[in-house]
Nanobody, 121 residues
Framework: QVQLQESGPGLVKPSQTLSLTCTVS??????????WSWIRQPPGKGLEWIGY???????FYSASLKSRTTMFRDTSKNQFTLQLSSVTSEDTAKYYC?????????????WGQGTQVTVSS
């Protein structure tokens, strides 16, 4: 029932900040006990979990990306946003938002379709 949709620029210049928003319908981002994650997949590589924001607003980021990652939400719009700063070509990937539950670890029951982001000058 729940649907997720990523949106944001498909092209970002090096050193700038990548910003993507996930709009959720059919369910509330404040519903206990869901978590709302961002995951990415570079070309030819596997999925990489970036981090999540929980139903209560708590955030937790991958250690490898923590220094560059910020997530926040707008509960009135049922949206959550990823900001990844100081991007390089290595950040080129298809980015997904997904719903999970803290108790289930890094497993997800709903995914957006993904959006391609290319970092290039």
């Amino acid at each position: 029932q729940v649907q997720l949709q990523e949106s944001g620029p498909g092209l970002v210049k090096p050193s700038q900040t990548l910003s993507l928003t996930c709009t959720v319908s059919g369910g509330s981002i404040t519903t206990s006990y869901y978590t709302w994650s961002w995951i990415r997949q570079p070309p030819g590589k596997g999925l990489e979990w970036i981090g999540y924001i929980s139903y209560s607003g708590d955030t937790f980021y991958s250690a490898s990306l923590k220094s560059r990652t910020t997530m926040f939400r707008d509960t009135s719009k049922n949206q959550f946003t990823l900001q990844l700063s100081s991007v390089t070509s290595e950040d080129t990937a298809k980015y997904y938002c997904a719903r999970g539950m803290a108790a289930a670890g890094k497993t997800f029951d709903s995914w957006g379709q993904g959006t391609q982001v290319t970092v290039s000058s």
